[in-house]
């Protein structure tokens, strides 16, 4: 591992995204505009008293989810093209480190990835005036911690996909269960207990369970940490499990 | 095959002008590469000397770029050694110092020429300036800021040979780096590599095009995965009796197969008598 060259391949990453102006700007207002649809989607509910609105509860969870989505596409599109451009075989022919190229791309996307939360998590609170117990940083830090595991399974995945076309596949096969059994459709309790057992493996499940534990108490609770620890450590596993994808020697 | 002579099939390293008898960059003993059930070489043993020009020619299909992957050590190789700078190829310390530009070229379309060579160049430790430097040296210095998929193809190809140059290889491993290019880019390029060399360093170029061989120290005919010669330009039109480059290697090619009808397992027996030469 070598900060320099992660660093580069970080600073070389933001840079092709900033060649890419439009996918820029799709990153960082499509979450804001999809909060918005969810707002109105939820506008004429009648609340009894003291109830707290649905959009308090699903919006929050869209914070976490969004970037969990969005990075995942980037980044397992941007992997896949280093892969079949000769560009991964080049580096790899290099000093670079396995860990300096996949950490960097895990620190741009980051990057990117915060500036998406602000954005999404300041749209929800101050224009959709959502009203939780707990502070927004620990949203803003969840959403950037779905956007990271987002990265760490793009990675992963892209090295099963061999055109742009697999890559995106992988999204509903990957994503997809994971937005159903989260607990945004249906409280994960409520769930029967094949359905249970296989959201609990599933880490998008802990991130929303962390923003539900956000909502509900003002100070962080150990579930709360519990559950950034579980994200952090999938996180950690994908990156390893990726960096098995990278071989330096081909057939 | 009885042998005639003491003398290997062909001599490894001819003692001839180009230098050859010198110090040796890259060796290779008993290569034998396969992939699924077919043989992409088959026990391939040649030396590389030591800050010269190697050209690598035969065609499509020979395995040339098999083989120049293996020295750059990606490519599985199923028996044999090749030892590259005194280490097994594909060694870690190796990375520092042995550049690999492949057929297509393999840079960042979507970065700006002097982006591309910056980051394959920060890589190997080397910064700006040096970025610089490699982009005046391949002649796209006014290019700098362009985008490298904006780029013509024999551009394009040059920001992928700088992403190689930048690293200051002692090896430089190039796979077809004149397809497609005009004659005066084509002139200039070898010029360059004529001068990269008499810096010191050592390069590999493959080549389909015979008339390229000229501008190589020393030849590797490769036919079939196999390698029918290792010899001098020079030696190549004395052998093939012609000024044409092309032409002598047909000719050493019909000789190979003449000598060797059929299912010629070992290619190594081709054309080093003069009793060989049977097609005109």
Redesign the interface.
């Known amino acids: 591992m070598n900060g320099?060259?992660m660093w580069?391949?970080s600073?070389?990453v933001l840079?092709?995204l900033k060649?890419?102006p439009r996918s820029i700007a799709m990153i960082l207002v499509v979450p804001a505009v999809l909060l918005a649809l969810v707002y109105w989607l939820y506008q004429n509910e009648t609340l009894a008293p003291g109830q707290p609105r649905t959009f308090d509860r699903v919006g929050l969870m869209m914070l976490g989810i969004f970037p969990f989505v969005v990075m995942f596409l980037v980044t397992s599109i941007t992997m896949l093209r280093e892969r079949t451009?000769?560009?991964l075989?080049?580096?790899?022919?290099?000093?670079?480190h396995k860990a300096?190229l996949l950490f960097g791309y895990a620190v741009a996307f980051s990057i990117m990835a915060a500036a998406q939360a602000l954005v999404a998590t300041g749209t929800a609170y101050w224009v959709f005036g959502l009203e939780i117990a707990g502070n927004a940083g620990w949203v803003v830090l969840i959403s950037v911690l779905t956007a990271v595991l987002g990265v760490a399974l793009g990675l992963l995945c892209s090295a099963f996909a061999t055109t742009e076309f697999q890559a995106v596949q992988f999204m509903p096969v990957v994503v997809i269960p994971q937005i159903l059994l989260c607990g945004l459709f249906v409280s994960r309790d409520q769930m029967n207990g094949v359905l249970e057992a296989v959201s609990n493996v599933l880490p998008l499940s802990y991130a929303v369970d962390g923003l539900q534990e956000v909502a509900a108490h003002a100070d962080p609770t150990s579930a709360l940490v519990a559950d950034l620890v579980v994200v952090a450590a999938f996180v950690v596993a994908g990156l390893l499990f990726s960096s098995l994808t990278l071989r330096?020697?081909?057939? | 095959m009885s042998h005639r002579a003491a003398a290997p099939p062909f001599a490894p390293v001819p003692a001839d002008p180009s230098g050859a008898s010198g110090p040796v960059s890259v060796s290779v003993d008993g290569l034998r590469v396969r992939r699924g059930k077919s043989t992409v070489l088959a026990n391939i043993t040649a030396s590389i000397p030591d800050g010269r020009i190697t050209g690598l020619l035969g065609p499509s299909g020979s395995g040339k770029t098999t083989l120049m992957r293996a020295l750059v050590g990606v490519q599985k190789i199923t028996a044999g050694t090749v030892t590259v700078l005194g280490r097994p190829a594909g060694d870690p310390r190796n990375r520092h110092d042995v550049g690999y530009v492949t057929q297509a070229p393999s840079v960042y379309r979507d970065l700006s020429v002097l982006d591309n060579v910056r980051y394959f160049g920060a890589v190997h430790g080397a910064g700006r300036e040096d970025a610089q430097a490699v982009l005046a040296a391949v002649g796209l210095a006014e290019l700098a800021k362009r985008k490298a998929a904006d780029l013509s193809g024999g551009q394009f190809s040059r920001v992928s040979l700088a992403c190689a140059l930048v690293g200051k290889p002692k090896l430089l491993v190039l796979d077809e780096p004149t397809v497609g290019l005009d004659p005066v880019l084509r002139a200039d390029l070898w010029q360059q590599f004529r001068d990269m060399a008499s810096e010191g360093t050592t390069l590999v170029i493959s080549s389909h095009v015979m008339e390229e061989a000229g501008h190589c120290d020393t030849l590797l005919l490769l036919r079939d995965g196999m390698l029918l010669e290792q010899l001098t330009p020079a030696q190549l039109r004395e052998r093939g009796e012609t000024d044409d480059l092309e032409l002598a290697f047909l000719r050493m090619i019909r000789a190979a197969e003449a000598e060797s009808p059929g299912n010629g397992t070992q290619a190594n027996g081709a054309g080093a008598g003069p009793g060989g030469r049977a097609a005109s």
């Open positions: 320099t060259m580069a391949t600073v070389r840079r092709q060649g890419d451009s000769g560009t075989e080049r580096l790899l022919t290099t000093p670079i300096d330096r020697q081909t057939a």
